[in-house]
Every structure is written in C-alpha cells, then in structure tokens.
C-alpha cells in the first residue's frame, strides 16, 4: 500500500499519503463497509471527486451476511480480544476452562451520516451471528469520562463453535493470530 509506520509505545500508525495509494485503499473498501465510519469514506470520495474531477461512487453499506467474507476477522483483528482462564478448586486443580472471544465498540459514531450515529445494527448482527446477547456497557474512565459501548461475547459452546468454524475460514491476520486456540 504504500506509506509510512510510525511505531508508539502501544501502537503503531500507518500513514498513506500519496494519491495513488489512497485511491487503491478507497477502491479496495468502498462497497465493503459495514458501520457509520463508511461516513468518512464518503467525505475522503467526495474530496477526491470535486478535487481531481473524479467519479467514484458512493457505494452503500455491505448488508451481505457476516459469515460470506473476512470483514468480520478484520473487525476482530482491530477491536477484538480473545480470553483464556483455567478455573481452579480449593485443591488448586484446574477444573475447566473458560475461553472467550469479546468485542466491543463505542455506541454512537461521532459524526451524523445517512447510516445514522449508531453501531447498535452491526453489534447485533455479530451478536446474532454467534447466537449471544448484545450487552450494552458503562464505565467510568480517567477524569470521570463516561465511556457508553456495546459488547458481543462468545462464551458458550455453539457461540465458540460458531467463531471458531468462522476464524478457521477467515483467519486474523494481526498478532491475535496467536492467541487463537486451534491453527491449520
């Protein structure tokens, strides 16, 4: 793709800048977006056609099933996170296993756009997908900030089966990879 890494403490950031290689990541996801952020692809199109005279389509919101292609190992990989804990006895003998997938995303976008603000249709989806509950989360962060998110979690065996079958079709490409339990 093209750009600049620049590497933080506990990120890294890519940085692409030159118009060729924004135009192969506009064309790449365009069509394929399934949350209220298709907003700022539609601001970065619309600059790119009245800029340079193009006409790139505004392309709608990816309503295909979940389970049809990666885009939900590429959410996973970004705001995803993988739980694994070993239940103990008295005697301090593991007695069962608890393993999870979670995630999680903020309930309102902060930008208005013909999707509307909300996460709410996509958290559902993927909880409706893995056969769970959509949990609707609060917490209180640094500086008293109130944090307002939505949590889809595998936890039981179907909803576990069902990530597992799916991952193993569409594997994570980040460093989460690692952290799932069964690799071909």
């Excluded at 005697?91 to 296993?97: H, I, M, V």
């Excluded at 903020?106 to 909880?127: D, E, F, K, P």
């Excluded at 193993?168 to 690799?183: E, H, R, T």
Aim: with cysteine; charged share 20%.
């Amino acid at each position: 793709m093209g750009g600049n890494l620049y590497i933080k403490n506990n990120y890294c950031k890519l940085l692409i800048k030159s118009k060729p290689s924004v135009l192969r990541i506009i064309y790449l996801i365009n069509g394929y977006m399934r949350t209220p952020k298709i907003e700022a692809l539609h601001r970065m199109i619309q600059w790119y056609n009245f800029k340079y005279n193009y006409n790139i389509n505004l392309l709608c919101l990816d309503k295909s099933p979940l389970n049809n292609n990666s885009w939900l190992s590429g959410y996973i990989d970004a705001d995803g996170s993988f739980y694994l804990n070993w239940l103990y006895d008295k005697k301090g003998r593991a007695t069962s296993l608890q393993y999870y997938m979670r995630v999680s995303q903020r309930q309102h976008y902060h930008r208005s756009s013909l999707v509307g603000i909300s996460y709410l249709n996509i958290m559902s989806r993927i909880a409706t997908l893995l056969s769970v509950n959509l949990r609707s989360r609060h917490r209180i962060r640094k500086n008293h900030f109130q944090e307002y998110f939505y949590e889809v979690r595998s936890g039981n065996y179907i909803s576990n089966y069902i990530i597992l079958s799916y991952l193993l079709k569409f594997p994570l490409l980040s460093y989460k990879y690692k952290a799932f339990p069964v690799q071909i």
